[in-house]
């Protein structure tokens, strides 16, 4: 891929993380209004998560975030198998 593809793609990618968080917050907001709010997120410090949540989303949020965090392993790690 080219520098430009790849400057574009993650232009994009960044612009639909923007719209995904507005989008959230929006939902968020208008579920607050009919009464009570469930969630859960998770912050990836390096491969460290920090999950939170109420009900049973921290779960789901601790199998996402293990399942992102495998993601960018395998991602990093296949440039250099393919050097060898």
């Keep these: 891929m080219s ?5 574009e ?6 612009f639909s993380g ?4 507005l989008v959230a917050f929006v939902a968020l907001l208008a579920s607050s209004i009919r ?3 469930k969630g859960g997120g998770a912050i990836l410090i390096g491969p460290i998560p920090i999950i939170f949540g ?3 989303f921290p779960r789901a949020v601790l199998l996402l975030a293990l399942a992102i965090f ?11 198998l393919w050097r060898a």
């Design 70 to 80: 495998a993601i960018f392993s395998l991602l990093s790690i296949l440039p250099l």
């Design 3 to 7: 520098d430009r593809a790849l400057f």
């Design 9 to 14: 793609l993650g232009t994009i990618l960044v």
């Design 18 to 21: 923007f719209a995904l968080a």
């Design 35 to 37: 009464g009570g709010v």
């Design 54 to 56: 109420t009900g049973g």
